[in-house]
């Protein structure tokens, strides 16, 4: 079983900075995929970025790529996410996904979100 916990969201001008953390209490997050989604306003939930195992190998949505960094920290059980150059359409509830990587367990865990507001 795994709980996460995303921090990091606020209000923050157009142009400006945020870096998301998400904290995993499970063991074996070294064996996680992870990843952060985003439900803007009256919109579905969408992909924005993915990090491997390892950390070696990443993907991004079209919409955030040259301005979003996913990377992770194995030691601390931490994901994070930091967004520059930051959009009103940016405004979105972040989410942190997680996946076990065991060939019998794939299950999907999801954090409650966090809020990011771009606004002037």
């Known amino acids: 079983q795994v709980q996460l916990e995303e921090s990091g969201g606020g209000l923050v001008q157009p142009g400006g900075s945020l870096r998301l953390s998400c904290t995993a209490s499970g063991p074996s997050f070294n064996r996680n995929a992870m990843g952060w989604f985003r439900q803007p306003p009256g919109k579905a939930r969408e992909f924005v970025a993915h990090?491997?195992?390892?950390?070696?190998?990443?993907a991004y949505a079209d919409s955030v790529k040259g301005r979003f960094t996913i990377s992770r920290d194995n030691s601390k059980n931490t994901m994070y996410l930091q967004m520059n150059n930051l959009r009103p359409g940016d405004t979105a509830v972040y989410y942190c996904?997680?996946?076990?990587?065991?060939?019998?367990?794939?299950?999907?865990?999801w954090g409650q979100g966090t809020q990011v507001t771009v606004s002037s």
């Open positions: 990090i491997s195992r390892s950390g070696g190998s990443n």
């Open positions: 996904r997680a996946q076990l990587g065991d060939s019998y367990d794939r299950s999907v865990y």
